[in-house]
């Protein structure tokens, strides 16, 4: 893990979502924002959107992946949970938060989303391996984690996507000084397994929109460790 590596890293960023190209993003996010809250499906109005404003796949990627309908945003809020109770339970989605956290570290895209998650474009496509910036990423979870007083921190790793083992160790390993307990389980249809849980921790929409209650770590670990982040900023989008 000595070769420095930036996870999330595209070259085209820069000119797909900076100046006037997020100035049309949010263009073509507000008129997103307006067909789904009437009801089309996510599909095929990103689609349209995107063809209308000649988008790259990435900056749809980021469209869909910041842009939700108000009804879902209202119910994501409402089962947010800005404390935790004291020793409770945390499960969390552990490719989505570690990757998001090494995408910070390196600098890279992330998105400031409609409902409050950061979220980024890096994609797991069932390849992953350890990097430069897991171990800090790993840190960090496990401070805000403290910092929060969770007694228990159940990680859940997808176990078709490789390198999942390894993973699982270095988590055990950089936890263990921490006073929660830690758990990792390298499991099958981790997002079955988050949907009917509390205390989830991930930035995964289909998840948020089914959990019981849920914890913005990654937002929380952003805004204490790592601001100001130059995000691309779809919050604010209106129709």
Known sequence: MSRIVARGYCQGDEKEFHGKAAELLKMAGGNLY??????????????????????SERQRLALVRAVSPAASIRRRREKECKALPDGADVHIDGFNTV???????????????????????????GTYRLID???TAL???????????????????????????RLKEEMMRVMAPFPFQTEVEVIHDVDRKLETMDHVITGDAIILDKCKSWINLAGTIMEQTMEPYPYVDLHDVKE
């Open 34 to 55: 307006y067909l789904l809250n009437r009801g089309y499906p996510v599909k095929g109005a990103s689609v349209f959107v995107g063809n209308h404003y000649l988008l």
């Open 99 to 125: 990757i998001t956290l090494e995408v910070a570290l390196s600098g890279s895209t992330l998105l400031r989303c409609m409902d409050g998650c950061i979220r980024d474009l890096a994609g797991l496509r």
């Open 133 to 135: 910036k897991t171990e």
């Open 139 to 165: 840190m960090r979870i496990g401070e805000a984690l403290e910092e929060k007083g969770a007694g228990r921190a159940i990680f859940y790793l997808d176990a078709p996507v490789s390198n999942s083992g």
